[in-house]
């Protein structure tokens, strides 16, 4: 949307047709809220306590629960689903809500702009899985990306992670094991299993409990 040399990207970017209250709303508060290139930056992280990035938000319940409670973080959310972003949006305003941004695009794009050690912390919740072999490049954790990640964290900053799908689950732990900037602390079954009671239970993860399915938290700390 806002960049030129876009990178291929996998998953949907468009639902249905966005409605004209939408697109009226989407004019007079896009600016506002919608992050572009040059912005990113210039974010100081002494704005606020802390600063939250949520990647893949879906319809941003997540956010708006975390922003609500913590009126003096900012959050960042990256979402390249347009519809998901206009929902976002649409909950934003409606909530009078003031921290939280939106980029409305691959994360992948941004991600090197950001300042170095600007986030105490980064949420990756049920991102696809790309289950069949021959798409495993299409998956988000990748050893580059984590590289990036690595950057823009803080010292004993922490990265969250969640799945339901079991293919997922081993990914992450054979990408991040072989790592040694990135410490799992809360290892071993039981603790995989345990979602943190601030974190809003997305439409994924809800999908995933209605039909019986384990959803695996992992934390991680940058050493």
């Avoid at 709303?25 to 974010?43: G, T, V």
């Avoid at 992280?45 to 319809?59: A, D, P, T």
């Avoid at 798409?135 to 992670?161: A, P, S, T, V």
């Avoid at 943190?196 to 019986?212: D, G, H, R």
Wanted: proline fraction near 3%.
């Amino acid at each position: 949307m806002f960049l030129k040399n876009q990178k291929k990207f996998y998953g949907r970017r468009k639902g249905r047709r966005i409605s004209s209250v939408n697109l009226k709303l989407l004019e007079d508060h896009r600016n506002k809220f919608y992050l572009h290139e040059d912005q990113i930056c210039k974010l100081e992280s002494h704005e606020y306590n802390k600063n939250i990035l949520e990647i893949g938000f879906g319809n941003g319940d997540n956010l708006i629960n975390m922003s609500v409670n913590k009126p003096n973080y900012l959050f960042i959310g990256c979402d390249a689903y347009y519809n998901g972003c206009v929902k976002l949006l649409k909950k934003i305003v409606n909530k009078n809500i003031k921290n939280i941004k939106i980029w409305p695009d691959d994360i992948h794009l941004i991600i090197k702009k950001f300042k170095k050690n600007f986030f105490d912390l980064i949420l990756i919740l049920q991102p696809d899985p790309w289950p069949k072999r021959k798409h495993e490049k299409r998956r988000l954790i990748q050893q580059k990306f984590l590289d990036d990640l690595n950057q823009i964290l803080k010292y004993e900053g922490k990265l969250i992670i969640s799945t339901d799908h079991n293919v997922m689950k081993s990914w992450v732990l054979e990408h991040l094991h072989i790592r040694n900037d990135f410490l799992w602390i809360k290892n071993g079954y039981y603790y995989t299993n345990l979602k943190p009671k601030w974190i809003f239970n997305t439409k994924y993860s809800n999908k995933a409990l209605e039909n019986n399915k384990v959803v695996n938290w992992f934390f991680f700390k940058k050493k």
